[in-house]
């Protein structure tokens, strides 16, 4: 049973525009959310986290937005750079346990 | 070297063979991850230890699978009999295992082939 799922699993996005990723759980235990990103052949590289008391955090250009009633988690990237080109995983945990992936959203920029 | 570090980068075996991957974390964490990657799908759990113990084994698809940390820190992925269906990318991520606001830091994984 996937407790993390991307449903979408990829978008294409304009240079300069936003990227919204979607990600949605099951499990209402979960309290602390991450989102990461891979390159091919490469290990995923963590990027903005969110635990459960919040309902945004925001880095840079990255934003994550949690609606806990909905069990939806949302990363906006704006502006959305070539460089973003990767396959975004988001990731949930019960804090001090092990963390679910979902199956990930491939996203490519358009220069 | 400051990253987590997975050895061999790459793996092909026979079906029948008994394989072991390594993966030695970042110094300090105490916390450490396997996690397998099929194509197309997301990271799946394994197995996580706490310093030298296994504090969560439940990811291990059956009794070929065995993982061990001897020293806390780093540590084997051992699979005996490997089937075609083993096929995957193995990583392995470290913690400071402080439980709260963790963060994993991942290798670049090994890539399994079983022919």
Redesign the interface.
Known sequence: DQQ?K?NS?SLSVQEGRISILNCDYTNSMFD?F?W?KKYP??????LI?I?SIKDKNEDGRFTVFLNKSAKHLSLHIVPSQPGDSAVY?C?A?V??????????TSLTVIP | GAG?SQTPSNKVTEKGKYVELRCDPISGHTAL?W?RQSL??????LI?FQGTGAA?D??LPNDRFFAVRPEGSVSTLKIQRTERGDSAVY?C?SSLGT???????????TQLSVL
Request: hydrophobic fraction near 30%; avoid cysteine; charge should be negative.
């Open positions: 993390v991307q699993p602390y991450l990461y052949a490469e290990g995923p590289t963590f986290s635990s995983f990731a945990s804090t001090g346990n092990q963390f679910y992936f979902g199956t990930g | 987590v991850y996690y197309g799908q997301g990271p799946e759990f996580y969560d439940s990811g990583l991520a439980g709260d606001g963790e963060k994993l830091f991942f290798g670049s994984g």
